[in-house]
């Protein structure tokens, strides 16, 4: 069968610091970034150019260690670009902890492919990984159409990376 299926994908981000506004939507287009040597990075592309994407951000929580901020935010996709939310994340000035690529020097993806990442790499990253989680997906049931729901509690990881923080609560 042939017809498009209707599928939402929400995922959840730790990002350093936290988007300006709260509730967002973030429309930028992507594409491949010629001035990078990694042939996998992407970049927000000039406007009327590259492949539309765009991405509906949601802050869930707000955070800090040592005065440094951190969010925990929702990405709703419209679109299903190649590094979509790590890139418009990136672009709004809240990288996704942990990210070798878009995160603080794209330098540590080069070294985590080669296993040469040191010990300040893994303090700088703070994660192992991307703190990246695909959490909920709906979609129509293929046969009866019924609207089916899936959702993923957080990795133990992010769970505890999370509770190393202190809430930000504001007036």
Known sequence: FSHKVDV???Y???TWGWPAH??????HPLERDPDSRLRCSMRVA???TGLHAATQVSVLAKYRRNGRPYGL??????????HQIRVHLASLGCPVVGDKLYGPDEELHARASDG????ED??????ARHALHAWRMEFAHPITGVRLEVAAPLPADMRAFLE???PVHEA
Not at 22 to 27: I, K, N, Y
């Open 22 to 27: 709260d509730q967002q939507r973030v429309d």
């Open 73 to 82: 935010v929702r990405c709703d996709l419209e679109t299903g670009r190649q």
């Open 122 to 127: 893994f303090e700088q990253l703070e994660l």
């Open 12 to 14: 959840q981000a730790i």
């Open 8 to 10: 939402h994908k929400s």
């Open 164 to 166: 190393e923080l202190e």
């Open 46 to 48: 000039a406007p009327g």
């Open 116 to 119: 040469t990442l040191t010990a």
